[in-house]
């Protein structure tokens, strides 16, 4: 489903991406883990068409995405959940999600998925009214995660979903993605530092290093792999 | 105390007009981070705009009531096309360039305007045609509150009205907000930010070129240069009020024009410009953000 073929990308002089191959197939969650810096948020920016692929092709289907305005990437079915949530401080609860939506035009399903988010995350609904800005850390991924659902996805890009949470957090993070691909088949795109709970709900996994992947597989296999277990898993 | 009231309402009616000006300016502002230094020249471009239709339409003898509406919208559309071009031309290009370049562009687009407008036309004042009548039924308050000073506070009411409803509810308005608050998610959820820009531009303008055309019908002349002073002013508003804030805006913009009016009226005319000026320096030093402006916490 999506496919990038020697992609190459960066900001300004620094070339974060220096080459990079991955597929990732329909209904799967994969993930990409890698250290600090190695390149995974700049990926993910690259493939939202935030900034440009400099080289190679990444294709979503049969179609070539690179130099296509975000937009219509968004349009295509792909959202991204960036790092850090970016969460519209001062719209409320509802209103991040109504921008989530902001393509769609059916009006009963827009109201269809909110009610299903609201299920999901039953403290959403309780604040709907309130500020994004106001809610805790945990809330604001719930927030940011159900803010992209209400596009309908068809990949979902996750960037760093456990960062800075608790791990009662976290662990509810990671069971509603499995859910949504299970229930929704939402084909996912992982990308984490945390490599033990990335690997446990994906499929397959890649290993990127330095702008390059370094190591990929079945996500059992990486968790048994001696070399992951060392940088990623603290084994 | 007849004197102070009329002195309060002819600030407000000031007032009124640096706040359509002001929300240009603010409007941009928060969604950019630019000060459109061109800006006050949209205002004149609307003034003559409208001397230009409005003179044409009485030779053919329309009712005074429809050549207002028409001038007002043919003023708002032409200056908003004006927004839209300088947007395109001046400062696109410099989207992802160092935060002065833009601003200088604004200054030579500003002094491009200006110049354009001198040639095309005249440096003479030309003298503008009333628009506004005086209302019979206004004749008793004649003393304190003038009948186009009624109109502007009426309109500028209205449009406030209309903006905020816009900005709050609409789906448009939604994504304005979204942009100027994190413009990388706004483009994530599939926001054409560009478009959202280009519309915040011909808003702002079109807004400007009423406060043009009402502020040009009560003095009854303009130049090419009536631009400059008042975006000075309503800059100075938008920043006492909190640049990027809207509500900031039209409240910095009625405290300038009340102070103005005050001083005026109680100190000297010859003072006008120094109050407004020491009144910005003040809040400046003791409230940096404006009135209702945030202070920015920049995370490093």
């Given at each position: 489903?999506?496919?990038?073929?020697?992609?190459?990308?960066?900001?300004?002089?620094?070339?974060?991406?220096?080459?990079?191959?991955?597929?990732?197939?329909?209904?799967?969650?994969?993930?990409?883990?890698?250290?600090?810096?190695?390149?995974?948020?700049?990926?993910?920016?690259?493939?939202?068409?935030?900034?440009?692929?400099?080289?190679?092709?990444?294709?979503?289907?049969?179609?070539?995405?690179?130099?296509?305005?975000?937009?219509?990437?968004?349009?295509?079915?792909?959202?991204?959940?960036?790092?850090?949530?970016?969460?519209?401080?001062?719209?409320?609860?509802?209103?991040?999600?109504?921008?989530?939506?902001?393509?769609?035009?059916?009006?009963?399903?827009?109201?269809?998925?909110?009610?299903?988010?609201?299920?999901?995350?039953?403290?959403?609904?309780?604040?709907?009214?309130?500020?994004?800005?106001?809610?805790?850390?945990?809330?604001?991924?719930?927030?940011?995660?159900s803010r992209a659902l209400m596009a309908r996805p068809v990949l979902l890009l996750l960037d760093e979903p456990s960062m800075g949470l608790a791990p009662l957090v976290i662990k509810q993070i990671?069971?509603?993605?499995?859910?949504?691909?299970?229930?929704?088949?939402?084909?996912?795109?992982?990308?984490?530092?945390?490599?033990?709970?990335?690997?446990?709900?994906?499929?397959?996994?890649?290993?990127?290093?330095?702008?390059?992947?370094?190591?990929?597989?079945?996500?059992?296999?990486?968790?048994?792999?001696?070399?992951?277990?060392?940088?990623?898993?603290?084994? | 105390?007849?004197?102070?009231?009329?002195?309060?309402?002819?600030?407000?009616?000031?007032?009124?007009?640096?706040?359509?000006?002001?929300?240009?300016?603010?409007?941009?502002?928060?969604?950019?981070?630019?000060?459109?230094?061109?800006?006050?020249?949209?205002?004149?471009?609307?003034?003559?705009?409208?001397?230009?239709?409005?003179?044409?339409?009485?030779?053919?003898?329309?009712?005074?009531?429809?050549?207002?509406?028409?001038?007002?919208?043919?003023?708002?559309?032409?200056?908003?096309?004006?927004?839209?071009?300088?947007?395109?031309?001046?400062y696109k290009p410099l989207r992802h360039a160092p935060r002065l370049s833009p601003l200088i562009s604004a200054i030579g687009m500003s002094i491009l305007l200006q110049n354009y407008v001198l040639?095309?036309?005249?440096?003479?004042?030309?003298?503008?045609?009333?628009?506004?009548?005086?209302?019979?039924?206004?004749?008793?308050?004649?003393?304190?509150?003038?009948?186009?000073?009624?109109?502007?506070?009426?309109?500028?009411?209205?449009?406030?009205?209309?903006?905020?409803?816009?900005?709050?509810?609409?789906?448009?308005?939604?994504?304005?907000?979204?942009?100027?608050?994190?413009?990388?998610?706004?483009?994530?959820?599939?926001?054409?930010?560009?478009?959202?820009?280009?519309?915040?531009?011909?808003?702002?303008?079109?807004?400007?070129?009423?406060?043009?055309?009402?502020?040009?019908?009560?003095?009854?002349?303009?130049?090419?240069?009536?631009?400059?002073?008042?975006?000075?002013?309503?800059?100075?508003?938008?920043?006492?009020?909190?640049?990027?804030?809207?509500?900031?805006?039209?409240?910095?913009?009625?405290?300038?024009?009340?102070?103005?009016?005050?001083?005026?009226?109680?100190?000297?005319?010859?003072?006008?410009?120094?109050?407004?000026?020491?009144?910005?320096?003040?809040?400046?030093?003791?409230?940096?953000?404006g009135l209702l402006g945030k202070a920015v916490i920049k995370k490093v």
């Amino acid at each position: 489903m999506l496919k990038l073929q020697n992609v190459q990308a960066g900001y300004g002089n620094i070339l974060a991406i220096k080459d990079v191959s991955l597929e990732v197939e329909r209904g799967e969650i994969v993930t990409l883990i890698g250290a600090n810096g190695s390149g995974k948020s700049t990926l993910l920016m690259a493939i939202s068409g935030i900034i440009p692929c400099r080289k190679g092709r990444i294709l979503f289907g049969d179609r070539e995405m690179q130099g296509l305005e975000p937009d219509r990437i968004v349009k295509m079915g792909i959202c991204q959940v960036p790092e850090g949530r970016h969460i519209f401080p001062e719209l409320s609860v509802r209103e991040n999600l109504d921008m989530g939506a902001f393509l769609r035009t059916d009006k009963n399903g827009i109201k269809e998925d909110m009610d299903y988010v609201y299920s999901l995350f039953p403290i959403l609904a309780e604040r709907r009214n309130q500020d994004g800005g106001t809610l805790s850390g945990g809330e604001q991924q719930m927030l940011a995660l159900s803010r992209a659902l209400m596009a309908r996805p068809v990949l979902l890009l996750l960037d760093e979903p456990s960062m800075g949470l608790a791990p009662l957090v976290i662990k509810q993070i990671f069971e509603i993605i499995k859910k949504i691909n299970s229930e929704y088949k939402t084909t996912v795109f992982l990308v984490e530092q945390n490599a033990h709970q990335a690997l446990h709900i994906a499929d397959r996994g890649y290993v990127l290093e330095n702008g390059r992947i370094a190591l990929s597989g079945s996500a059992a296999g990486l968790l048994e792999n001696p070399e992951v277990q060392k940088a990623y898993l603290g084994i | 105390m007849n004197y102070f009231i009329e002195l309060f309402f002819s600030g407000l009616t000031r007032g009124a007009i640096y706040a359509l000006i002001a929300l240009g300016y603010t409007m941009v502002y928060g969604i950019i981070g630019l000060i459109n230094f061109a800006h006050g020249e949209i205002y004149m471009i609307g003034a003559f705009t409208s001397f230009v239709v409005a003179s044409v339409l009485s030779i053919y003898g329309f009712p005074l009531i429809a050549i207002v509406i028409m001038t007002g919208f043919a003023a708002a559309v032409w200056a908003g096309a004006y927004g839209y071009t300088i947007e395109k031309l001046a400062y696109k290009p410099l989207r992802h360039a160092p935060r002065l370049s833009p601003l200088i562009s604004a200054i030579g687009m500003s002094i491009l305007l200006q110049n354009y407008v001198l040639l095309a036309q005249t440096s003479d004042f030309l003298p503008f045609p009333k628009l506004i009548p005086d209302f019979p039924f206004m004749e008793r308050y004649a003393d304190v509150l003038g009948s186009s000073d009624l109109v502007i506070l009426l309109t500028t009411t209205a449009v406030m009205i209309l903006l905020t409803f816009l900005i709050k509810y609409t789906r448009i308005g939604k994504a304005m907000r979204a942009t100027a608050q994190d413009t990388t998610m706004a483009m994530l959820v599939g926001i054409n930010v560009n478009r959202i820009i280009s519309i915040t531009f011909v808003i702002g303008s079109a807004l400007a070129a009423i406060g043009g055309l009402l502020i040009a019908s009560h003095i009854g002349q303009i130049n090419f240069y009536i631009g400059f002073i008042a975006g000075i002013k309503a800059f100075t508003a938008a920043v006492l009020g909190g640049i990027g804030s809207i509500p900031g805006a039209v409240l910095g913009s009625l405290v300038l024009g009340l102070t103005e009016s005050f001083a005026t009226g109680y100190v000297s005319s010859d003072y006008e410009d120094v109050f407004a000026f020491s009144l910005l320096v003040l809040i400046l030093i003791f409230k940096p953000s404006g009135l209702l402006g945030k202070a920015v916490i920049k995370k490093v």
